[in-house]
């Protein structure tokens, strides 16, 4: 039943406002990009579908779940430490790597990582302080409002 809601679900599934501004601005300034989702290969590629294009961007993808790298999910750091190694020239540290997240166990674990990150919480379930952790950078509304250079990005 869970799969055939999710089959009917997530190849509907919309970008978030100010995503495809980021991803394409990020790309075409040579910033390197990645995705690092707990979400299975299938699921993934169910959810992003639609946007194929704009996900080729990406330099690479690490799906948690079926990855034999990760051995620990979030709040684990372990997918931001295997995504961050990925890169033809992995960072020379953490720090130099910023993390978007919608979820706590998410920004527990790239702050555990010693990433820095932007939370963009879901209105709907993080109406409160209390489910912000302790050490993200910054909390956002929506990828609409994200400053680059506050991070020491390249400006829109």
């Known amino acids: ?63 948690g779940s079926d990855d034999p790298e990760v051995k620990r999910g979030k709040p684990s750091p372990d997918i931001f430490v295997v995504c961050a190694s990925r890169f033809a020239s992995p960072p020379d540290q953490p720090t130099s790597c910023l993390v978007f997240e919608d979820s706590p166990a998410g920004v527990k674990a790239a702050v555990g990582a010693g990433m820095q990150c932007v939370m963009v919480p879901d209105e709907r379930m993080f109406t409160t302080t209390q489910h912000i952790p302790q050490g993200v950078n910054k909390v956002i509304k929506s990828l609409a409002d994200f400053d680059p250079q506050e991070f ?5």
């Open 152 to 156: 020491g990005l390249p400006a829109y």
């Open 1 to 63: 039943e869970t799969i055939a809601i999710q089959e009917n679900l997530f190849p509907e599934a919309k970008l978030l406002p100010g995503a495809e501004k980021l991803i394409n601005h990020l790309h075409r300034t040579g910033v390197n990009i990645a995705v690092a989702t707990s979400s299975p290969k299938d699921s993934y590629d169910m959810k992003t579908r639609r946007h194929k294009e704009l996900f080729s961007k990406f330099n690479h993808v690490v799906n």
